[in-house]
């Protein structure tokens, strides 16, 4: 049997040259996050460098999450804690009174006036 | 043709450039330029789409992480990639059992912009097939050589430096590649549709 001519080996290369395989959306996605991914982080457009810089969707959720439950306590305290809130709105926050107590505690402890001086 | 490559060369370090200051398009010009060339060269020397498609894309992972380190004028992109993607082919060949073969009827794509009838159709996918198979059948380095420079193209002093080689070896190894092939061919002649040329 004759050999396979060069002719026709060149015609099979020419051919397998002339339809190469398509890449597959999957691929070429995969590779376009991974390329997403690791670009350089200081040359990144600010919305994308302040998403890491919160740590993406898990860093973000947590902050909205502390920032709600802040916000809640803060309207709605339970009982067993002072209602800052109400005091601040009402203007009655009592600081006054805190401090002529601690005036009269050091005076106490040291043994002399600061006016008296 | 030499001021081609060298454009496309350039183009190439151009975009990365690019890539590494954050243009985004850029990237994605590179893996329309890039992707399809390394995929195609992964698919016809492991013959496993899923491979392919692995060590393609960690080929542009690693591109990805060297765009920062970059230096233009020292590398071509494109041999460097081809090398990064010769050696992962090569680790994956040689983890694979000894006695399998590679290069089923399935390793090898549908033609991308198949026109002709339906008759002319499958007979050059059976070539096609024909190829890959007797492509698999090579021992590997020979089997890179081939592809490399009767696929993709390349002239055998990038081949040598894809493959860390002389060109002499790369010569030897494609001329004994060539002559594998014609010899596994050869028997499928009659069937490949060749036999009414005379031959």
């Known amino acids: 049997m004759m050999d396979f001519d060069t002719d026709r080996l060149e015609d099979l290369f020419a051919a397998a040259r002339a339809t190469p395989p398509a890449l597959p959306d999957r691929l070429q996605a995969r590779i376009l996050a991974d390329a997403e991914q690791h670009m350089p982080m200081a040359r990144m457009a600010w919305h994308r460098t302040l998403w890491q810089v919160l740590g993406g969707a898990a860093g973000l959720s947590g902050l909205v999450t502390a920032t709600a439950v802040g916000v809640w306590l803060g309207v709605a305290p339970p009982a067993t804690l002072p209602d800052?809130?109400?005091?601040?709105?009402?203007?009655?926050?009592?600081?006054?009174?805190?401090?002529?107590?601690?005036?009269?505690?050091?005076?106490?402890?040291?043994?002399?006036?600061?006016e008296e001086s | 043709m030499q001021d081609l490559l060298d454009d496309q060369r350039d183009a190439d370090a151009?975009?990365?450039?690019?890539?590494?200051?954050?243009?985004?398009?850029?990237?994605?010009?590179?893996?329309?330029?890039?992707?399809?060339?390394?995929?195609?060269?992964?698919?016809?020397?492991?013959?496993?789409?899923?491979?392919?498609?692995?060590?393609?894309?960690e080929a542009m992972l690693r591109l990805w992480r060297q765009a920062p380190h970059w230096r233009p004028g020292e590398a071509k992109v494109t041999t460097w990639l081809y090398r990064v993607v010769a050696n992962l082919c090569t680790d994956r060949l040689r983890q694979r059992n000894a006695g399998a073969v590679p290069g089923g009827l399935d390793a090898v794509a549908e033609p991308a912009d198949p026109a002709p009838g339906a008759a002319q159709?499958?007979?050059q996918a059976a070539r096609a097939d024909?190829?890959?198979?007797?492509?698999?059948?090579?021992?590997?380095?020979?089997?890179?050589a081939v592809v490399l420079r009767h696929i993709d193209g390349l002239a055998n002093p990038e081949i040598?430096?894809?493959?860390?080689?002389?060109i002499e070896a790369v010569e030897s190894l494609t001329a004994r590649?060539?002559?594998?092939?014609?010899?596994?061919?050869?028997?499928?002649?009659?069937?490949?549709?060749?036999?009414?040329?005379?031959?």
């Open chain 2, 177 to 199: 590649g060539k002559r594998a092939l014609a010899a596994q061919l050869s028997a499928q002649r009659d069937a490949l549709g060749f036999e009414d040329d005379g031959f």
């Open chain 2, 121 to 123: 159709k499958i007979q």
């Open chain 2, 14 to 57: 151009d975009l990365l450039q690019r890539y590494a200051a954050g243009d985004a398009a850029a990237a994605r010009l590179l893996t329309t330029r890039l992707a399809p060339r390394l995929h195609g060269h992964a698919l016809r020397v492991l013959g496993d789409r899923v491979e392919a498609e692995d060590v393609a894309q």
């Open chain 1, 84 to 114: 800052l809130a109400g005091q601040v709105v009402s203007g009655d926050l009592g600081l006054s009174a805190q401090i002529d107590t601690e005036t009269e505690a050091l005076a106490g402890v040291y043994g002399w006036d600061m």
């Open chain 2, 160 to 166: 040598a430096d894809i493959l860390g080689i002389g």
């Open chain 2, 130 to 144: 024909a190829l890959q198979q007797a492509l698999a059948s090579l021992p590997d380095r020979q089997r890179q």
